[in-house]
């Protein structure tokens, strides 16, 4: 479990980012507070060439 601080919020993608790109290479679950910030990430994790799912309550059990 990484808690990102308060202070640090703006960092949050580049910081999930680094951690899943430099430290973590296999399976990771990361949680977001809203639909928009699962979708970004996922968004933004794909671009940097990561194996990624999403997965939030406006999805089928298809998507």
Excluded: P, S, W, Y
Excluded at 26 to 42: E, L, N, P, S, Y
Aim: glycine share 8%; charged share 25%; hydrophobic share 40%.
């Amino acid at each position: 479990f990484i808690r990102i601080r308060e202070h640090r919020e703006g960092d949050r993608e580049a910081i999930i980012a680094a951690l899943l790109t430099r430290t973590f290479h296999d399976r990771v679950i990361v949680f977001a507070q809203t639909k928009k910030q699962c979708h970004r990430m996922h968004v933004m994790l794909g671009l940097l060439g990561l194996k990624i799912g999403e997965l939030h309550g406006d999805l089928n059990q298809t998507q």
